[in-house]
């Protein structure tokens, strides 16, 4: 009864999360971690070795959300000295703010750690889920195990065939499913994600699953459900090829050869070998039937001058110029695109979400702390799987190992683990490695002293009681206070907070305009002053956008103050040549 609990509440959050936009939305992820972390923990049992797995995962949670929490103003200055002042050029412009008619926060504000408190605290609610799904797959029998493989394997299928519909036969726009409206979305959705290299990396992930049950039926002379897993494999294949990711199509690629070369050594050299071959075939009539993926693949064989690689590689580059900047505790998670800016080097225009290198920005957001937690936490999965007398069965640990090596490649072009439905899923996959329980097993468990059998509940207990926290105090400002689109158009106090929350981020520009906008609508020049000055801090967060510095310079000419807005034309002219500022009358 415990295992089919387990096993269909895993089903309905992973099915939820993908239907309502994939975690896109935080109150989606947040029900999510409350539902598998209520349940890890009402269904922890004793764990058959030591509790170091547990102790690192519950570790990770409480050093993520340690950093978003508010300090007290008297313990600021042991942030360090950049945050702190950061933290102080804030305070400085709310007061003078203030002295101009602005309303103020009601109290003094508290500042976290982080340098994107809104995105660091959806990060947590990402890992309590993801967590909650890895301690429950690991509470199941071996026999539901398999039967989650074969759940993952269908909706992988599903959310490959529905996300294809969407980019290729009934075009979505700019919605998630058709029918949730991405009104600020940047870029094309596909099925229930925000690109096609996020929702082909989905998919990719899961295909080496379908090959392995694919292996598993031939070994138990089940024909059909061989030749069904062998269609689902296939049906995948397609769909990344079809993605156009060429990140996911690569990774893909690597999955399906380390499962048949898995399934080739292990088991019969012949199926491995057939089944790579099967693959090879597949990929080959994919190429000859459809010009869109071979003029994807064009000039894969030279990879340094296909544009895409050079962006690639220019972000992570300016990705890991942020990890100086903030080496022990890095800068926050989900902070990198409030912090790149001060330190980055190109003009482009474009605005960097992420490195598209899960492992460089792991190093710029959780600086040298977070990198090793992930490892404590690598080493704990691998004490607790080669430390165990009943290892899993062949067909989860060819699935598992071959859905892993699709993902660390692919976290090499992407950053697949900051999307809630990919970590959420990839979750459920590494709890399958791991040994279950004695009373799981349908052994008797012997008696553990209560403070063990807390340590068995401690990751769940902090996911669930962080992730209601957050649900009740924060969840209407996770999504908006580090949204460009919505800070646009915000009032003060949202945009007062907005700074206070990420003191480094866009906010110092929108507020900057909203008051040079009103002291111009009241010939208030206090007030139009007051915004010139925050305009300018953000020119200098942001000293390589050349859009800001000219329209500084338009600000500070709109003032009179030629002098100083010749200079801001000055550094935009110096990052684009071909732009042309407005003639200057004099200088004073």
Not at 74 to 99: E, K, T, W
Not at 245 to 254: C, D, E, I, P
Not at 547 to 563: H, I, K, P, Y
């Amino acid at each position: 009864m415990i295992a089919a609990t387990i096993f269909v509440v895993l089903a309905i959050s992973i099915l939820f999360l993908a239907v309502a936009g994939g975690g896109l939305f935080p109150i989606t992820v947040m029900a999510v971690a409350i539902a598998l972390c209520s349940l890890a923990c009402m269904t922890a049992v004793a764990r058959p070795s030591r509790s170091w797995l547990e102790l690192s995962l519950a570790a990770i949670l409480l050093f993520v959300l340690f950093t978003a929490l508010p300090i007290p103003p008297a313990l600021d200055p042991l942030a360090g000295s950049l945050r702190h002042a950061q933290n102080q050029a804030v305070l400085n412009a709310l007061h003078d703010s203030g002295q101009v008619g602005i309303p103020l926060p009601e109290s003094e504000p508290w500042f976290s750690l982080t340098r994107n408190r809104a995105g660091t605290l959806r990060f947590f609610l990402l890992l309590a889920a993801a967590f909650g799904a890895a301690l429950l797959t690991a509470s199941l029998p071996p026999a539901w195990k398999t039967g989650h493989l074969y759940f993952l394997a269908l909706t992988g299928t599903a959310v490959g065939i529905a996300g294809y519909l969407g980019q290729w036969v009934i075009p979505q726009g700019d919605t998630i499913w058709w029918f949730i409206p991405l009104p600020d979305a940047a870029k094309s959705p596909v099925g229930c994600f925000l690109n096609r290299n996020h929702f082909g990396g989905f998919v990719a992930m899961l295909s080496p699953v379908a090959l392995a049950l694919a292996a598993h039926a031939l070994d138990r002379r089940r024909g059909f459900t061989a030749l069904f897993s062998l269609a689902l494999t296939g049906i995948m294949m397609a769909v990344v090829f079809y993605s156009l990711s060429r990140g996911a199509m690569l990774a893909m690629g690597a999955g399906l050869s380390v499962t048949a070369l898995i399934i080739a050594f292990r088991h019969r050299a012949v199926w491995g070998v057939l089944l790579l071959c099967l693959m090879l075939a597949g990929g080959t009539a994919l190429l000859v039937h459809s010009p869109a993926v071979r003029e994807r693949l064009q000039g894969i064989h030279n990879p340094g001058e296909i544009s895409s690689v050079q962006s690639r590689l220019a972000e992570w580059r300016e990705s890991l110029r942020v990890w100086p900047c903030y080496p022990v505790l890095g800068a926050g998670m989900n902070a990198l695109r409030m912090v790149y800016p001060q330190t980055r080097q190109t003009s482009v225009s474009a605005r960097l979400i992420a490195s598209e290198n899960e492992y460089i920005q792991l190093l710029a957001e959780g600086g040298l702390l977070g990198v090793g937690l992930a490892l404590s936490l690598i080493w704990a999965l691998y004490h607790r799987i080669h430390h165990t007398l009943t290892p899993p069965p062949s067909v989860i640990s060819i699935a598992v190992t071959g859905a892993l090596t699709v993902t660390s490649i692919h976290c090499l072009f992407d950053f697949p683990a900051h999307l809630p439905l990919y970590a959420l899923v990839l979750g459920s996959i590494v709890g399958l490695l791991l040994p279950p329980a004695p009373s799981a097993a349908g052994s008797e468990s012997p008696p553990y002293p209560i403070k063990k059998r807390l340590v068995w509940i401690l990751p769940a207990a902090i996911g669930l009681i962080g992730s209601l926290g957050i649900g009740v105090t924060q969840l209407q400002r996770l999504r908006d206070l580090d949204n460009p689109a919505y800070l646009y158009t915000a009032k003060y106090r949202d945009l007062n907070r907005a700074l206070v929350w990420a003191p480094t981020s866009s906010a110092w520009l929108y507020l900057g305009r909203a008051l040079f906008k009103e002291g111009t609508n009241r010939e208030a020049r206090d007030l139009c002053t007051q915004g010139e000055r925050l305009i300018t801090h953000a020119a200098q967060l942001d000293p390589q956008n050349y859009r800001l510095w000219f329209e500084l310079g338009q600000v500070r000419l709109s003032l009179g103050d030629n002098t100083r807005a010749a200079e801001a034309f000055q550094r935009a002219k110096a990052l684009r040549s071909w732009m042309t500022p407005p003639p200057l009358q004099g200088k004073n």
